[in-house]
Nanobody, 125 residues
Framework: QVQLVESGGGLVQAGGSLRLSCAAS????????MGWFRQPPGKERDFVGY????????YYADSVKGRFAISRDRAKNTVYLQMNSLKPEDTAVYYC??????????????????WGQGTQVTVSS
C-alpha cells in the first residue's frame, strides 16, 4: 500500500510560482509512474501532468504546458510540480497519484492506483 502526501500549496499572486511536493511511502517508489491532477471548485478533477517511473518521460495538459514542470527525486521518494506564471484559473486542489506499469492513458483518473489527500492552491488576481 502506497501512501502519498502532498505539500507546498498556498496563496500566491498571479504571475507567481509555487512548488508542490508529493512524498511517497509504503511501496517501491521507482516502479510507479506519477501523475498530478487538479480539481477547481465545483468542477471535475482534471489531468495536469505525468512523469514516468524512471523520470524519462513527462506529459502535460495543454493548459499548463510551458509553465509547469514535473520532476522526481528517487532518493527522497518525492515527486515535484513546479508551477510558474500562475494564473487565477490555476486555483484548485492539487492531487498527486501513483500508478504501476506503462499506459498511454496516463491522463485518465481511473488509471491510477493511489491518491494523496490534496493541497489547495489559490492564485489571486
Amino acid at each position: 500500500q502506497v501512501q502519498l502526501v502532498e505539500s507546498g500549496g498556498g496563496l500566491v499572486q498571479a504571475g507567481g510560482s509555487l512548488r508542490l511536493s508529493c512524498a511517497a511511502s509504503g511501496g517501491t517508489f521507482s516502479i510507479y509512474a506519477m501523475g498530478w491532477f487538479r480539481q477547481p471548485p465545483g468542477k471535475e478533477r482534471d489531468f495536469v501532468g505525468y512523469i514516468s517511473s524512471l523520470g524519462g518521460s513527462t506529459y502535460y495538459a495543454d493548459s499548463v504546458k510551458g509553465r509547469f514542470a514535473i520532476s522526481r527525486d528517487r532518493a527522497k521518494n518525492t515527486v515535484y510540480l513546479q508551477m510558474n506564471s500562475l494564473k487565477p484559473e490555476d486555483t484548485a486542489v492539487y492531487y498527486c497519484a501513483a500508478k504501476k506499469g506503462i499506459s498511454s492513458r496516463y491522463y485518465r483518473r481511473d488509471e491510477y492506483d493511489y491518491w494523496g489527500q490534496g493541497t489547495q492552491v489559490t492564485v489571486s488576481s
